[in-house]
């Protein structure tokens, strides 16, 4: 099973788009949002290298944004979802 952990912020359009892209593939994620579950500067010592939001950690491991989280979803969903067809 896939752990996938969203830390979002408010009013942020990518955010919304990779909770509609999750929620499309009927992929479970836990979010976070910004000052209310998390802080900047959390995120800044546990993901230096994440620079937007949103910030997508699967099973632990940063994957990057939306473009990241919509790239792995084609390689580790998509050619599944063809052969299950």
Do not use: W
């Not at 990779?18 to 976070?32: C, R």
């Not at 995120?43 to 994957?63: C, E, H, R």
């Amino acid at each position: 099973m896939m752990n996938v952990v969203l830390y979002s912020k408010s009013n942020c359009s990518f955010c919304n788009k990779a909770k509609n892209l999750l929620n499309f593939h009927n992929i479970l994620y836990d979010e976070k949002i910004l000052d209310i579950d998390f802080t900047r500067e959390y995120i800044l010592s546990s993901y230096p290298q994440a620079k937007t939001f949103p910030v997508v950690v699967i099973n632990g491991t940063y994957i990057g944004g939306f473009a990241e989280l919509q790239e792995y979803i084609k390689n580790n969903f998509m050619n599944k979802e063809r052969k299950d067809d």
